[in-house]
């Protein structure tokens, strides 16, 4: 594992570097190809994808390509509400691993909370584990009900939930109900889809640090004990969301960013997606 960006021990015991390259939206071989060489070379060793994303296949090309041995990458990826239940879900894994070309997952998430097959799909996640074909299970956009819910019959619970953070919607109290039952908080969409970047506050902050906005939230995420999963198929991007490790924001910085929330979701609200068992 490249030793710029921090790891973090979830608590399975694996460890998992706590800033990855988000592969949401990227697509077609060369794009994918040229967005995960570039990161992996400029130190990205964690890399999240999704049934939902339908680019699994064209991630484990790209991976293949890199030639390097597979404990030197971290792989996400995520069962989608049409795969949820028992069966649906064990078969929809073995699918991603076929497409990935790996013999095993780091880390598989429920990419949604659904009513209908709620404790089913855990129990799938909880048997694949034993399986040998993911290392750690783990949920995304859980909330507080949800977790408290799953605790109700699940035999192990979530290391990690993975949900949408960003200076406009902090989370503070599911950060820290995660913290507390020793689960992993990730962000996705850490920039707001970058709708936040010309925030004044953050401007200001980032011009007295010599750094981009972008940089100033990212660091933000780090120094809140969050990973976090920046994506971009900009080379320049792509190294610098990784430059944020030669710089430290000030208690009163933290604040000012923590101050810049507005309960704002850029994607679905989870508590409905659980209702409808889709996102409606």
Known sequence: MNHSV?????ADGQQMPQEGFGLYKVHGQATMNTAVKTAYQAGYRLFD????????????IALQQLAVPRDHFFVTTKVAEVNQGYQRTIDSVKD????????YVN???????????????????EDLKQAGLT??????????????????QAHEMP???????HPLLSQAPMIKFDADHQIIT????????????????LTAIGQAHHKSSAQVILRWHLQSGVAFIPKSVHRDRIKQNLAIYDFSLSDQEMDQING???????????????EYNKKW
């Open 186 to 201: 990730q962000a996705w969409s850490p920039l707001g889809r970058g709708k936040i970047l010309d925030n004044p506050v």
């Open 135 to 152: 290392r750690s299970i783990g949920v995304s956009n859980y909330q507080m009900i949800h977790l408290q819910y799953l605790a109700t």
């Open 107 to 125: 880390l598989l998430l429920i990419h949604w909370p659904t009513a209908k097959y709620f404790f089913d799909t855990w129990r799938a996640l």
């Open 49 to 60: 994808t999704a049934q939902l994303y339908k680019n699994e296949k064209e991630v484990g």
């Open 96 to 103: 991603s691993l076929h497409k990935l070309q790996l013999n």
């Open 159 to 165: 290391v990690l939930n993975q949900i949408e953070r």
């Open 260 to 274: 810049l929330n507005e309960y704002h979701r850029f994607g679905k609200e989870p508590a409905l997606v659980y």
């Open 6 to 10: 921090p790891m973090l021990t979830l």
